[in-house]
Each structure stands twice: as structure tokens, then as C-alpha cells.
């Protein structure tokens, strides 16, 4: 609906700015990336999300197009909210939100306040596909760092099975194959545990 906001910058805060277009102030929430690419000129262009909800309409500015994807990539997974989505972005730059993502990086997202395992976890699993898609990226493997054995390791203590047991069967099945995803380390591990 709106999709950016042009004019002259009246407040600017951490966490809000106003912008005055032609006579009508606009509040816009931000993340602390975008306040930090703000620069002090009194005229300003900010991308948009209008968030709207029954209980309100709420504006939210990006400094770039890039941000803005990320957020709304954020808010479409189920338990992601606007002001988590905007914490991710002022905790984390959009690329690095973006690259975690691709990686299955749970403890980077995890490290976000109020993101817990099962949420970082949920984060990966619904956006990955969309985020390797959009962007061109190729999928981490194990191979490629060893964060995968961690991030097998972490899915499956989510999933109730004990630390110790689950580590020497992740172990097995990457010496096996260095060459494999998170996925497919999860996948053979519940075959064998």
C-alpha cells in the first residue's frame, strides 16, 4: 500500500523516526541497522511495511529494499511477530539474518533476545528454501565449515534425544560423508537412534 516515504526528517530516535511529506508527519519504526544508515541530511527516503491488525496500523521504515525482504521473509514464519522481526534486524545486519539462515545457523539467530531454539529452529526450516531461491545461494554442507554437526546435534536435543548418544551417531554418519546437509545428518540420525 505504501511502499516508501519520502521528505524531510523531523525525529529521529533508535527506534522511531518522523517524517514530514508534504505537511503530514509520518511515524515510522525502525530497526537500529536502519537508524544506523540514516545520515543527518534533513531530507530522507525510507522503504515502507505497513503492518496492519485489527487493533491498529503500524508503519515501519527500512534504509533499503534488502532490509524490507528480510523483514517480511521474518513475519511470514508462524510465531515471528513484527517487533521480533525488527529485534532480529537491529540485533543482526540483514545479510548476516540472511546468511544464517542459509547456513543453519540456530545459535546466530538464537542469539537474538527473545529467540529460543525452537523458534531459531523453525526460522531456518521455513525460510531456507525461500532465502537459497531468492538470492542464488548454494546450501552449507557440513563439509564446508562444521557448523552442521552442531546444528544436527542442537535439532536433535530438541527433539528429546540425549546429548551424549545423539553425538557418537551424528560422529558416524559424518565420517561417513563429509558432503552432507543439517537435513540429511538429522534424517539418518533418527534412523539410527
Not at 529494499?65 to 511470514?76: C, G, H, W, Y
Not at 543439517?182 to 540420525?189: F, M, P, S
Request: hydrophobic share 40%; net charge neutral; charged share 25%.
Amino acid at each position: 500500500m505504501i511502499t516508501h516515504i519520502q521528505g524531510r526528517l523531523v525525529e529521529k530516535n533508535p527506534t522511531d523516526v518522523v517524517i514530514d511529506c508534504n505537511g503530514v508527519g509520518y511515524y515510522l519504526n525502525i530497526s537500529l541497522h536502519t537508524y544506523s544508515r540514516i545520515p543527518d541530511t534533513e531530507q530522507l527516503k525510507l522503504y515502507t511495511h505497513l503492518h496492519i491488525r485489527e487493533d491498529g496500523h503500524t508503519l515501519f521504515g527500512f534504509a533499503d529494499k534488502a532490509e524490507r525482504d528480510v523483514f517480511r521473509l521474518l513475519i511470514s514464519v508462524s510465531g515471528i511477530g513484527t517487533s521480533t522481526a525488527r529485534t532480529m534486524l537491529s540485533s543482526l545486519t540483514p545479510v548476516q539474518v540472511r546468511d544464517a539462515i542459509a547456513a543453519n545457523d540456530v545459535a546466530a539467530i538464537q542469539s537474538v533476545k527473545g529467540i529460543g531454539a525452537k523458534t531459531a529452529q523453525r526460522v531456518i526450516l521455513d525460510l531456507k528454501d525461500k532465502v537459497l531461491k531468492i538470492y542464488g545461494m548454494e546450501e552449507t554442507s557440513v563439509g564446508q565449515g562444521g557448523t552442521g554437526r552442531e546444528e544436527a546435534l542442537s535439532a536433535l536435543e530438541v527433539l528429546g534425544f540425549a546429548r551424549k548418544q545423539s553425538e557418537k551417531v551424528v560422529d558416524k554418519i559424518v565420517k561417513g560423508s563429509q558432503d552432507l546437509s543439517v537435513e540429511d545428518i538429522i534424517k539418518n540420525a533418527l534412523k539410527m537412534l
